[in-house]
């Protein structure tokens, strides 16, 4: 009779034991998971601004040169006001 009640309380334990430890593997892997989706997004948009920049160019107001939007100023006439400049897309 003791060792039946033993035997139950050991295996509720043990099935408890279980279940806690695949909740904290699920939680775990799940977390995991996001971060793993958002340094995917940094790494897309990172590469998206990084093409956009070098496509997008800057022409000054005052000097009429034309830079690239990665620069804080003019490299001519050291003046800080960006008008910016599409690139043209081809029509066929």
Known sequence: M???IAVEIILIFSTMFIAV???A???AFSASKLKHKRDL???KMNIIDKHFNDMLRI???Y???IYFANR???PNCKANTKRILFPEIPIT
Do not use: G
């Open 41 to 43: 997004q940094e790494k």
């Open 25 to 27: 593997l699920w939680f």
């Open 63 to 65: 000097c009429r040169t």
């Open 2 to 4: 003791a060792t039946s």
């Open 59 to 61: 022409e000054c107001p």
């Open 72 to 74: 804080s100023e003019c």
């Open 21 to 23: 430890t695949i909740a």
